[in-house]
């Protein structure tokens, strides 16, 4: 728990018990003035009920140490209701307990006989309202806490989202990507005009796909694969026969929800620092298994030489944002890796798990 946490807990639990003993106090006092009664015992009553603040406090931090009180406020409501009506009558009863040894063998204030089952039973139906207030107001706050979260969460999402958009805007409408596209379907028109009019079409539904701002967070895997032929597809036409493509993808992967352009992200970057930059080219493949309730994917590729340059504009952004996409949306339990051990494969690896 943060100092400040820690801080604000202590405020909380001093005020409230203090509120509680400073308006008991008073009322003994009106009590007193109005009645001209009880002025014997009033030094002691006033001694028990600070003791009895002083307890409620101590039951009170044992019980949020001991339960789990944070994870019962993610808890629906027929599940949070009982454990709170349990949780009240049980700090009830041992606040009542220990107001009742103070009150007749510790201080003295009330005879023995003069205890009954009906008093022990109405003190503690007293203190199970005080407890039930306790409570409450550590649910309430810790679920404006969790509300305050999810909507930082969210707005994280949101700003990873648009970051990644932007960064596919302009991967895919940077000039030399554009130009480059444009003089192949140009030289396929003469060559290979059915190729020429497949380019075109590949090119349009993809940057359809970049200038759609408002898209879902999560597409099929079926959906993402098909952005990424697109993209492959334009990436041949510049490449030529240096790009081999291969695809492994189970059947049972196609409708699993990923990232919107987790894969393609991918793609680019193994064409981007393995491909472009080698010669002879190289292979990527892309495999796709669900295993163990977790969806495995792999974009492999072929490295480039050794000493190769990096390619401008290489920041390792890509990558970064693909990740913190991955997590925000897919949960902690999702992962992207990197693999660069093989020096003849270079393997990103991602994990999802899948909900039970």
Same mark, same amino acid.
């Given at each position: 728990?943060?100092?400040?946490?820690?801080?604000?807990?202590?405020?909380?639990?001093?005020?409230?018990?203090?509120?509680?003993?400073?308006?008991?106090? =008073? !009322?003994?006092?009106?009590? #007193?003035?109005?009645?001209? /009664?009880? &002025? %014997?015992?009033?030094?002691? @009553?006033?001694?028990?009920?600070?003791?009895?603040?002083?307890?409620?406090?101590?039951?009170?931090?044992?019980?949020?140490?001991?339960?789990?009180?944070?994870?019962?406020?993610?808890?629906?409501?027929?599940?949070?209701?009982?454990?709170?009506?349990?949780?009240?009558?049980?700090?009830?009863?041992?606040?009542?307990?220990?107001?009742?040894?103070?009150?007749?063998?510790?201080?003295?204030?009330?005879?023995?006989?003069?205890?009954?089952l009906t008093f022990f039973i109405s003190g503690s139906a007293f203190w199970s309202v005080v407890m039930m207030m306790? =409570? !409450?107001?550590?649910?309430? #706050?810790?679920?404006?806490? /969790?509300? &305050? %979260?999810?909507?930082?969460? @969210?707005?994280?999402?949101?700003?990873?989202?648009?970051?990644?958009?932007?960064?596919?805007?302009?991967?895919?409408?940077?000039?030399?990507?554009?130009?480059?596209?444009?003089?192949?379907?140009?030289?396929?028109?003469?060559?290979?005009?059915?190729?020429?009019?497949?380019?075109?079409?590949?090119?349009?539904?993809?940057?359809?796909?970049?200038?759609?701002?408002?898209?879902?967070?999560?597409?099929?895997?079926?959906?993402?694969?098909?952005?990424?032929?697109?993209?492959?597809?334009?990436?041949?036409?510049?490449?030529?026969?240096?790009?081999?493509?291969?695809?492994?993808?189970?059947?049972?992967?196609?409708?699993?929800?990923?990232?919107?352009?987790?894969?393609?992200?991918?793609?680019?970057?193994?064409?981007?620092?393995g491909i472009a930059p080698t010669p002879e080219g190289g292979e990527v493949t892309v495999l796709a298994r669900v295993?163990?309730?977790?969806?495995?994917?792999?974009?492999?590729?072929?490295?480039?030489?050794?000493?190769?340059?990096?390619?401008?504009?290489?920041?390792?952004?890509?990558?970064?944002?693909?990740?913190?996409?991955?997590?925000?949306?897919?949960?902690?339990?999702?992962?992207?890796?990197?693999?660069?051990?093989?020096?003849?494969?270079?393997?990103?690896?991602?994990?999802?798990?899948?909900?039970?």
């Amino acid at each position: 728990m943060s100092s400040r946490r820690t801080l604000v807990y202590a405020a909380c639990q001093i005020g409230g018990w203090g509120l509680y003993g400073l308006v008991n106090i =008073l !009322l003994s006092i009106l009590f #007193v003035v109005a009645t001209s /009664q009880g &002025r %014997e015992q009033f030094a002691i @009553r006033t001694v028990w009920t600070v003791l009895m603040c002083l307890s409620g406090g101590l039951i009170t931090h044992f019980a949020r140490t001991a339960l789990p009180l944070r994870e019962w406020v993610r808890l629906p409501l027929p599940k949070l209701v009982p454990r709170i009506l349990a949780t009240c009558a049980a700090l009830a009863a041992l606040q009542q307990c220990v107001g009742l040894v103070l009150a007749y063998p510790v201080l003295g204030i009330y005879d023995a006989k003069a205890f009954s089952l009906t008093f022990f039973i109405s003190g503690s139906a007293f203190w199970s309202v005080v407890m039930m207030m306790w =409570l !409450l107001t550590y649910v309430i #706050v810790h679920l404006l806490a /969790q509300a &305050r %979260e999810a909507e930082r969460e @969210r707005w994280r999402q949101e700003v990873a989202a648009q970051t990644s958009e932007l960064r596919f805007l302009k991967a895919q409408l940077q000039p030399h990507f554009l130009f480059n596209c444009l003089n192949s379907v140009r030289a396929l028109i003469v060559e290979d005009p059915l190729r020429a009019q497949q380019a075109v079409t590949r090119l349009s539904t993809l940057l359809r796909h970049a200038l759609s701002s408002h898209g879902p967070e999560t597409v099929p895997l079926s959906q993402e694969l098909q952005v990424v032929r697109d993209y492959l597809s334009l990436e041949g036409i510049r490449l030529e026969e240096r790009l081999r493509i291969r695809e492994d993808i189970a059947p049972e992967a196609l409708g699993i929800c990923v990232p919107a352009m987790l894969v393609q992200t991918l793609v680019e970057n193994a064409i981007k620092h393995g491909i472009a930059p080698t010669p002879e080219g190289g292979e990527v493949t892309v495999l796709a298994r669900v295993r163990e309730g977790s969806l495995l994917l792999e974009v492999a590729n072929t490295p480039a030489p050794i000493g190769t340059p990096a390619p401008p504009h290489s920041s390792g952004e890509g990558l970064h944002n693909a990740s913190e996409r991955l997590r925000l949306l897919c949960g902690a339990g999702a992962s992207l890796q990197l693999d660069q051990t093989n020096a003849t494969l270079t393997t990103a690896r991602v994990h999802i798990p899948l909900a039970s």
